[in-house]
């Protein structure tokens, strides 16, 4: 019986430590330290509205904007509670011919760029919700985002350098775009006619 009380202050102990007192003291923390990152990184247009997270991507269709990966995340792609990779191996037919006809939709929508389509453009990320694009990628879209809203390649050279980011701390990863924020500096600046 001294056994088991013993083991049941321990449980109660752990448990109000890890699932109450620790919870509260780091959210605390995050809400003072890093408010805009604890609350999710949450991006607003000119209008105060909130149109998505600087961590998340979401799908853009319209030939004015600039495209991030492809999905896997949900039954349409970008769900946001369904974060996955497809899990389909490079031999995997399914994914040879999405990947087959992403080439086609994106030589379709973009036949004036110049040079091979990026692999990110018709790969998915693993977590299908990567922000991210490379400059080349941005670029290889450039000219149908310059057709579409009646730019110049080179304005939106100038946009895709100013919102390249380089790698994180200087060493950790590769220079990248944001999709959502460079699209909304799009809007702000070459708003659409």
């Known amino acids: 019986m001294k056994t088991m009380i013993i083991a049941i202050r321990t449980t109660i102990v752990t448990l109000v430590l890890t699932g109450l ?4 003291v780091m959210t605390g923390l995050a809400q003072v330290l890093f408010p805009w990152r604890a609350n999710g ?4 247009d000119d209008r105060g509205q909130v149109v998505g997270s600087e961590l998340i991507a979401q799908g853009f269709s319209n030939p004015a904007y600039f495209q991030p990966r492809p999905s896997a995340a949900g039954e349409k792609g970008y769900d946001a509670t369904a974060s996955s990779g497809s899990n389909l191996g490079p031999t995997s037919k399914k994914l040879q011919d999405r990947i ?5 939709r994106l030589k379709s929508e973009n036949p004036e760029a110049a040079g091979t389509i990026p692999a990110e453009l018709v790969t998915t990320s693993a977590s299908g919700l990567d922000p991210h694009l490379s400059p080349d990628s941005a670029h290889a879209q450039a000219p149908r985002v310059a057709k579409a809203r009646g730019l110049s390649a080179g304005q939106l050279d100038t946009l895709i350098d100013e919102f390249t980011e380089g ?17 909304l500096a799009l809007d702000q600046r070459y708003p659409r006619k």
């Open 21 to 24: 007192i620790y919870p509260f």
């Open 41 to 44: 990184s949450l991006v607003t």
């Open 100 to 104: 087959n006809d992403d080439l086609k």
């Open 167 to 183: 790698p994180s701390l200087g060493l950790l990863g590769e220079p990248r775009v944001n999709v959502l924020m460079m699209n």
